[in-house]
């Protein structure tokens, strides 16, 4: 449980550094090199699980799961670039989504205006299936693509999403068995391969394009795979797993 706790921290860092960059860079005139100044910032004093920390729109924003009797919903927050204080910004229809309390693998998107609330939940003794949502200030609606509840073939299982990244036009999602791409406004499948040896952790949606995170042995991450948006085909890889954080970044950054 260790091990996959500072793997997942160390994918947020990769990931808010990707997108945006991030922490506050000052010059050391001792040894004339960059640094990073750490800032300790206070979390919303709310009760409830904070279950995911992103960047949108140039804003740090934390996701808090609050559970509700056998129901779950969802809180945004959004720090203030200056007073490096959090406040409440739920979408009207994020705070309508009520999710059930087995709720796992929770995952929230944004794109435009739009947000992707992905999750998945038991539905038999053996299988879990995934469920996807999409909220704005108006409301909310599922959009849970076709085939998510089926069992694959060959395993005998649903084989349900690990991870969904957005783009510009597509929705991607990254399964135990498979790789798949969607079309953003409709949601209906554009392209679907099997993963054949390949083992992929996680996805980021960057623009035109997304990044999927390479899954390399006892628990550490490899490499980079930059995809375009219009395609699940790796065209560059980056190898991170002998670097330090600060320089993946920069490396990817390159590859795009």
């Known amino acids: 449980m260790k091990r996959k706790c500072g793997k997942l921290a160390v994918f947020f860092l990769l990931a808010l550094s990707l997108l945006a960059g991030c922490g506050k860079k000052a010059e050391d005139p001792a040894n004339g090199k960059g640094r990073y100044e750490e800032t300790e910032i206070a979390l919303p004093d709310v009760a409830g699980e904070f279950v995911q920390i992103c960047r949108e729109d140039e804003k740090v924003v934390l996701y808090q799961r609050q559970e509700k009797g056998d129901n ?59 469920f996807l949502y999409t909220c704005d200030d108006t409301g909310m609606a599922e959009v849970t693509p076709e085939g998510w ?58 623009g035109d394009s997304y990044a999927l995170i390479i899954d390399g042995d006892s628990g550490t991450m490899q490499g980079i795979g930059i995809c375009p948006e219009d395609s699940i085909k790796v065209i560059s890889q980056v190898d991170i797993s002998s670097k330090k954080s600060g320089s993946c970044a920069a490396d990817a950054d390159a590859a795009i």
């Open 72 to 130: 779950v919903s969802l809180k945004r927050f959004v720090m203030d670039p200056q007073t490096k204080t959090f406040a409440e910004d739920t979408p009207a229809g994020m705070a309508q989504l009520t999710l059930p309390a087995d709720a796992y693998t929770l995952k929230i998107r944004k794109a435009d205006a739009v947000y992707y609330v992905y999750y998945d939940a038991q539905i038999d003794d053996e299988n879990l299936q995934g």
């Open 149 to 206: 509840a089926e069992k694959d073939p060959q395993y005998g299982f649903v084989d349900t999403p690990e991870d969904i990244a957005v783009t510009d036009h597509a929705v991607i999602a990254l399964f135990y068995t498979k790789i798949e791409r969607y079309d953003r406004q409709t949601l209906s499948l554009a392209e679907s391969r099997p993963l054949e040896g390949e083992r992929y952790e996680a996805l980021i949606g960057m």
